[in-house]
């Protein structure tokens, strides 16, 4: 057993070198390989998701103004509409008002019609009486007239 054990402890002896030698590789590595990788990677990710944070930023922002923009978009709308209907409205009551007066304009022309002819109605009637009466005067005398020289 003394022998396994001296065997056991010559492999040690003789596998020490290798096992420092990967020690020291792993820290050498590490710090000349592994810390600039990561260093390098983490500037990277941080560039990235800084642009890809600017992206969602400007997006946000561009979302914000195109809001705003609709929103007073609509309200000149609104405001074109309002002032449309009251251009409208306006025109409605000034045609309302130029119908009105012609309407009273004609209804006074008819009513001052009907009293000019029904004056010149009575002043016809009043001469076809006077005409009559002249003519029925002058018909009995000519029936006198033929009577007499019958």
Same mark, same amino acid.
């Given at each position: ?6 065997a ?29 990788l990561?260093?390098?990677l ?14 969602d +930023?400007?997006? @946000?922002? =561009?979302?914000k103004?195109? /809001?705003?923009?609709?929103?007073a978009?609509? %309200?000149?709308r609104? $405001? !074109? ?9 306006r025109?409605q ?13 004609a209804?006074q022309?008819?009513?001052s019609?009907?009293? +000019?002819?029904? @004056?010149e =109605?009575e002043?016809?009637? /009043?001469?076809?009486a006077?005409?009559s009466? %002249?003519?029925?005067? $002058? !018909?009995?005398?000519s ?8």
């Open positions: 057993m003394d022998s396994t054990f001296h056991l402890g010559e492999i040690l002896l003789k596998g020490l070198p290798t096992f420092f030698l990967i020690l020291f590789l792993k820290f050498y590595l590490k710090r000349v390989f592994f810390k600039p990561e260093t390098t983490a500037k990277r990710y941080d560039v990235s998701e800084g642009a890809r944070k600017g992206a +930023e400007a997006l @946000a922002l =561009a979302e103004r195109i /809001a705003e923009y609709e929103a978009l609509r %309200a000149a609104a $405001e !074109i509409y309002a002032e449309q209907e009251a251009a409208h409205r025109m009551d000034e045609q309302a008002a130029a119908m009105e007066k012609a309407r009273r304009e209804e022309f008819v009513n019609s009907k009293a +000019e002819l029904a @004056a =109605a002043l016809a009637l /009043a001469n076809l006077g005409q009466d %002249a003519l029925a005067d $002058e !018909i009995a005398d029936i006198l007239i033929k009577g007499r020289a019958a």
